[in-house]
C-alpha cells in the first residue's frame, strides 16, 4: 500500500525557517500533483501550495515570496521550503498526493500524510 510520511515539523521562533518533507512510499507508477495544506485550530483547512507533474506552482497569497514547493520525481519526494515564518503560520501542516499505485486498474487516488505540526513563537 502506499503511504505518506511527513517531516521536518517543529517549534521555530518567528523569522527562522522550516523544511517540510514528504515521501511517498510503496509501489507507484506515477504522481500527478502534490500540495501542501494547512489546518490552525479554530480555522478550515487551507491550501498552502500546490506542484503539477509538469512543475507549475500555486500559492496561498499569506504565503507568497516566502514559502516554496518543489518535488523529486525520482525520490517520489515532496517538500516545502518555509522561510520567514510568522506566527500566524502555526498550525498542522497536510501533504498531499493524487498518484497511481501499481495494481490500481489505472486509477489514481488522493493520498494523505497524517500532518505535522508547525508552531511559530513570537
Known amino acids: 500500500q502506499v503511504q505518506l510520511v511527513e517531516s521536518g515539523g517543529g517549534l521555530v521562533q518567528a523569522g527562522e525557517s522550516l523544511t517540510l518533507s514528504c515521501a511517498a512510499s510503496?509501489?507507484?507508477?506515477?504522481?500527478?500533483?502534490m500540495g501542501w495544506y494547512r489546518q490552525a485550530p479554530g480555522k478550515q483547512r487551507e491550501l498552502v501550495a500546490t506542484i503539477t507533474n509538469g512543475g507549475s506552482t500555486n500559492y496561498a497569497d499569506s504565503v507568497k515570496g516566502r514559502f516554496t514547493i518543489s518535488r523529486d520525481n525520482a525520490k517520489n519526494t515532496g517538500n516545502l521550503q518555509m522561510n520567514s515564518l510568522k506566527p500566524e503560520d502555526t498550525a498542522v501542516y497536510y501533504c498531499?498526493?493524487?498518484?497511481?499505485?501499481?495494481?490500481?486498474?489505472?486509477?489514481?487516488?488522493?493520498?494523505w500524510g497524517q500532518g505535522t505540526q508547525v508552531t511559530v513563537s513570537s
Open positions: 510503496g509501489s507507484i507508477v506515477s504522481i500527478n500533483a
Open positions: 498531499n498526493m493524487n498518484l497511481q499505485p501499481r495494481r490500481s486498474y489505472g486509477k489514481s487516488y488522493d493520498y
